[in-house]
């Protein structure tokens, strides 16, 4: 890069250079930056690359990076667990209960999220369904 060239600054990087100066303007020194700002920030770090954003926001590179960095993990995150929701469940047992016994059902499910083991006691078997059903579409969401 020629030194005696200027880079050429995003218009939305300098409006959130501007308004982080017009911030730090009315503040004591070392206070800590806005959470809209950081947001802001981070987005632009994502268009525009970090080193650039922190060096024209005057940015602590490394508090800007982890900032954009999670972000990145949340995205694939969600691709890859809505990639395992359409799957179908590799393993179901269902037990039949035993002539005479109480209602008990112990259900153990597991997914992409963890696992989790729920006792039920006197439940009928349709309502089992329904809440098993509950669980694992995703309409409700």
């Excluded at 963890?114 to 509950?134: Q, Y």
Aim: charged share 30%; aromatic share 4%.
């Amino acid at each position: 890069m020629d030194p005696t060239k200027t880079p050429v600054i995003p218009p939305e990087l300098e409006q959130v250079r501007q308004e982080l100066e017009q911030w730090r303007s009315t503040q004591a020194h070392r206070s800590p930056i806005p959470e809209p700002l950081w947001r802001a920030a981070a987005k632009l770090a994502r268009q525009h690359g970090v080193q650039l954003t922190a060096r024209t926001l005057r940015l602590d590179y490394a508090r800007l990076k982890a900032r954009v960095k999670p972000q990145a993990r949340r995205k694939s995150a969600v691709r890859s667990s809505s990639a395992l929701r359409r799957a179908a469940p590799s393993f179901v047992e269902l037990l039949a209960p035993r002539p005479g016994s109480s209602q008990e059902c112990r259900v153990e499910l597991e997914g992409p999220r963890g696992r989790m083991r729920v006792d039920f006691k006197g439940i009928a078997t349709a309502e089992l369904v329904a809440l098993s059903r509950a669980l694992w579409n995703d309409e409700t969401r």
